[in-house]
């Protein structure tokens, strides 16, 4: 799956010289947490968030009464809290390098380019709802999880035993395990109830972990 394929589009953008409240507003009233900052020719300046919008206002406030405080933190624009050095991904790029780049960068979403052009944004929310997807969280069957030998072959015996027991896949997902010797997996199944997927498993893996019906 590459980034194009979920971002989340069309673009909501401001403008450099937006005042702090006015953007904020806009925020909330789109439902969303962060926005590009693009100059008057569509290009990408910048990108400023709620927490940055929220953070602004006057250094010592201590001695300013609520009016001036008020007016202060509405002169405010939004060049002056946005940040500036933006990390970006193309459309093309796979969904897992772009989770990658927002986790290991600390931030949570990215824009989408296209060359010079701003085409969509790809965040968090957008990650959890993959997750979803690949977990078929939504759809309910016998949910088991394994720990498995971590050598060719597993896998095979693993879906081969389901598939033949009239089986069918929903999810499926690998983690890391214990150890380098084992992995994790997770996975649902329709056409099985509880008792027999245990039974089917059990003697194929080394450990079952978990397995319910959700």
Do not use: C
């Not at 824009?111 to 309910?140: C, H, N, Q, W, Y």
């Amino acid at each position: 799956m590459l980034v194009k394929n979920r971002m989340s589009q069309p673009v909501i953008t401001v403008d450099p010289d937006t005042p702090i409240m006015d953007a904020l507003n806009l925020m909330k009233t789109r439902s969303i947490r962060r926005t590009p900052v693009v100059d008057k020719h569509g290009k990408l300046i910048g990108i400023v968030s709620d927490k940055d919008l929220l953070n602004a206002g006057p250094s010592d406030a201590t001695s300013l009464s609520v009016w001036e405080i008020n007016y202060l933190i509405g002169k405010i624009k939004v060049k002056q809290v946005m940040t500036r050095a933006v990390l970006t991904v193309e459309g093309d790029t796979p969904i897992e390098e772009a989770a990658r780049i927002m986790v290991d960068n600390k931030v949570g979403g990215l824009p989408v380019m296209a060359g010079d052009e701003i085409i969509g944004v790809i965040t968090e929310s957008d990650l959890f709802k993959i997750l979803l997807e690949l977990m078929g969280a939504r759809e309910t069957a016998v949910r088991l999880t394994a720990l498995i030998p971590d050598v060719p072959g597993e896998l095979d015996k693993l879906t081969h035993a389901i598939a033949e027991a009239g089986g069918s896949f929903i999810s499926f997902g690998q983690f890391n395990g214990d150890d380098d010797d084992n992995r994790i997996v997770t996975f649902k199944v329709s056409g099985l109830d509880e008792d027999q997927a245990r039974q089917l498993i059990a003697p194929i893996v080394d450990k079952i972990i978990d397995l319910r019906t959700i």
